[in-house]
């Protein structure tokens, strides 16, 4: 009886002291997987694949058509960087859909390997999340939505008024600067999830939706009667959106950074997905000889092919190609992402040499 | 029967005999084998600690609670307390716990009610009347309350706009905005008369205590209602009437795009208040319903041969033994509805974790900001299963 019991809770003890044992020995390989220092190009490339968060679902920016294809601006950007990594295969994305509030934990905690995922720079997300913002890829501003049967003309008449926001993003903090500097008593409704936001505005909750203008359009496209809603003309904040990386792999980052880049500067010379493979060869302007790596080593600097710019527009096409593709279908003018170069615009390149 | 009988060999102890540093004594072996696994247990938790700070610290991710002061810039639609976006984090967060527990509380009494209510319609000799509460009980507890909740959301959404809305009476109009109601603006006598009926309700409860003694003593049994009708309505009635009984009605009027002044009782608060009180009073019914069917029929045939009425055989009798089966896993449903409240988020009512979710998302400071929500629902959970252990201990049947 004694030696049985004993035995039994010896046994047992031995158990957990195992097990504990296991789990000490196998969370340091979780925890560290992200850590600093790591070449995540590499990791990437051998993994096959790069993992992006994108959102939940917003037309023209990053939403899965028909065929459960991902499609939309930042989805490209997605595929631009997996293009810059692997040669010509734009498929070597997994999209990983993300929520406002589940974004940057997801970054974090190594889940996926960067976000395009419509997120607004600011100063306390570039120092306080230990990410980084390689670029701004689309310059946005805050701005309202009503429905046309109001009357209302102008977000001055606002006052009093239920406004539609969702929670943990910039826009739930502009509305309230903006209210408070223009004196307008606003009502939230704050719903976490875009689709149940829209839904709740649609159905008459709310007398106004505020997000990014771009997303603003892509809301109105998606309603039953877009006609019936107007997007009001005063933009309230700036919203410069852009891809995000973790802080520490500064290769990577550079990597989308200079992705951001060579779209621009694709576009800033001319250089289409129909014409960039003849350009490779034939064209004789120094700097596009050094882009495309006919001259130079700027691929390898990089830690990718030399070809690399080549692949990347022959791929997606330059800047324009990518806007026109996802966001002229919405009703969104080039605006302040017009090129410097040419039309005055925000976007300009820093020089390839 | 007295302490006196029990079995005197229960006293009797094993001698006492010194430990041995030996690996052959029990005792030691014991004493060893506790303390390594303390200290494994203690290694493990101190690695997740150091190993957790050491990675914010590489990957550059603020931390601690200094955010807590800093201004929160974030709107809040429905508060108890005075609320701004000038406010900082900390009472940010503290009015999500305020809307918690406000859903909360409310929820519990009324599910309570509800589920008491259609736990003995569910024993109901009417067929028809079982029956039917039996289909609503399966319905409610086999569909997700998430689904629910988005259900009584989407039907409150499809009421009229504020500018059609329906207005049975003066001053009350339901619309897509939420039902308002009339109100008064409150002064210092209301909350006087308040106090003044806090005060009554005590008092009542210690003269119920006191007239049951004397009862216990004579045998006379003493009406206490008209006690407690003059300490809990009266007095407060004289404590404002001393005042100059001041009243100003706040009636709501539609102004511009919403209605002004008056009570609100949002859509999604009602919605998750209605969710939440069905949902859980499915349950609660059958709890009931199983703790009304464990007491003995004997009990009520012998409380009957003992010429008690119905009405106090089920006051007296039965319900005083049902409950010692109902209030275990009637804590359960409790600390479920309360939790279950977290799923507020999905339709936009503001609670404890929507607002620290928030929080986490501005800040960055994602293990602050869990940790808070744990320790907020922690403590409620705590405080709900003291009480009602405490009050199951009270009503437990004392063996002697």
Request: charged fraction near 15%; proline fraction near 5%; aromatic fraction near 8%.
């Amino acid at each position: 009886m004694d030696t049985t019991k004993r035995r039994f809770s010896v046994r047992r003890l031995l158990a957990g002291v195992m097990g504990a044992g296991l789990i000490a020995a196998a969370t340091p390989a979780l925890a560290q997987a992200p850590a600093a220092g790591t070449n995540l190009i590499e990791t990437i490339r051998n993994r096959g694949q790069l993992i992006c968060g994108v959102s939940t679902g917003l037309a023209g920016f990053s939403a899965p058509d028909s065929q459960g294809r991902w499609t939309g601006f930042d989805v490209d950007y997605c595929r631009a960087v997996a293009v810059a990594i692997f040669g010509t295969d734009q498929n070597r994305v997994r999209f990983v859909a993300t929520t406002a509030q589940a974004r940057f934990t997801a970054l974090q905690s190594g889940e996926v390997d960067m976000l395009a995922r419509n997120t607004t720079w600011t100063l306390s997300r570039d120092t306080s999340l230990g990410l980084d913002f390689p670029a701004t890829s689309f310059y946005d501003g805050q701005g309202f939505m009503v429905k046309r049967s109001l009357g209302v003309t102008s977000a001055r008449q606002l006052d009093g008024a239920t406004v539609c926001v969702q929670p943990g993003t910039t826009t739930e903090q502009n509305l309230t600067d903006w209210a408070r500097a223009n004196r307008v008593t606003i009502r939230p409704v704050v719903i976490e999830r875009q689709e149940d936001n829209t839904a709740a505005y649609n159905a008459g909750r709310c007398d106004a939706y505020t997000t990014d203008a771009s997303g603003l359009a892509a809301v109105r496209s998606t309603l039953q009667n877009p006609n019936d809603h107007i997007i009001l003309p005063e933009i309230i904040s700036k919203e410069p959106l852009g891809p995000l990386v973790r802080h520490g792999d500064q290769r990577f980052a550079d990597l989308v950074r200079w992705t951001h880049f060579a779209l621009i500067a694709a576009e800033e010379l001319n250089l289409t997905s129909a014409n960039v493979e003849a350009a490779a060869t034939g064209d004789q302007r120094p700097e596009v000889a050094r882009m495309l790596g006919r001259s130079g080593d700027l691929g390898q600097m990089l830690g990718v092919d030399n070809r690399w710019v080549v692949n990347l527009i022959k791929v997606m096409g330059n800047y324009g190609e990518v806007f026109n593709r996802n966001l002229t279908p919405l009703g969104l003018q080039r605006g302040p992402n017009a090129l410097w170069t040419t039309a005055g615009g925000l976007q300009y390149a820093p020089p390839f040499r | 029967m007295s302490q006196t009988t029990s079995d005197p060999r229960y006293g009797l102890k094993p001698p006492k005999r010194p430990m041995r540093i030996s690996w052959s004594d029990e005792r030691f072996r014991g004493i060893v084998w506790q303390v390594v696994v303390v200290a494994i247990v203690a290694a493990i938790f101190w690695w997740l600690w150091s190993n957790t700070v050491r990675n914010l610290e590489v990957r550059r991710i603020a931390s601690g609670w200094g955010f807590l002061g800093r201004e929160a810039g974030l709107p809040i639609a429905e508060s108890v307390i005075p609320y701004d976006p000038t406010n900082t984090y900390l009472r940010a967060l503290t009015v999500g716990v305020l809307n918690t527990l406000k859903v909360a509380i409310i929820g519990v009494v009324l599910a309570t009610v509800l589920g008491t209510v259609l736990g003995v319609l569910r024993l109901s000799k009417n067929w028809l009347v079982s029956r039917f509460v039996g289909a609503y009980v399966e319905v409610v507890r086999d569909l997700p309350l998430l689904l629910q909740l988005l259900f009584w959301y989407a039907v409150l959404q499809g009421l009229p706009g504020p500018r059609q809305a329906v207005n049975p009476a003066t001053g009350v109009f339901l619309s897509n905005r939420g039902l308002k109601l009339p109100w008064f603006e409150w002064l210092d006598a209301h909350s006087w008369a308040l106090l003044a009926c806090v005060i009554g309700i005590v008092l009542t409860l210690i003269w119920r205590k006191k007239a049951l003694a004397r009862q216990m003593a004579d045998g006379q049994p003493r009406r206490v209602w008209p006690v407690a009708l003059l300490l809990c309505i009266g007095a407060p009635l004289a404590v404002w009437a001393a005042q100059g009984a001041p009243f100003s009605p706040d009636i709501p009027y539609l102004r511009g795009f919403n209605f002004q002044g008056g009570l609100t009782v949002s859509p999604e608060f009602f919605a998750l208040l209605v969710g939440l009180t069905l949902y859980t009073a499915g349950f609660i019914c059958e709890i009931v319903r199983a703790g009304i069917l464990a007491v003995h029929q004997g009990q009520w045939e012998a409380a009957g041969a003992l010429g008690l009425p119905r009405g106090r055989i089920m006051r007296l009798v039965v319900l005083p033994q049902a409950l010692r089966v109902i209030i275990p896993p009637m804590t359960s449903q409790f600390l479920n509805l309360t939790k279950n409240s977290s799923l507020a988020v999905a339709i936009g009512y503001q609670d404890i974790v929507s607002i620290a979710n928030t929080t986490l998302n501005q800040t960055g400071q994602a293990i602050e900001g869990i940790a808070a929500i744990m320790l907020v629902y922690l403590t409620i959970s705590l405080s709900i299963s003291l009480f009602m252990n405490w009050y199951n201990t009270r009503i437990a049947l004392v063996e002697r």
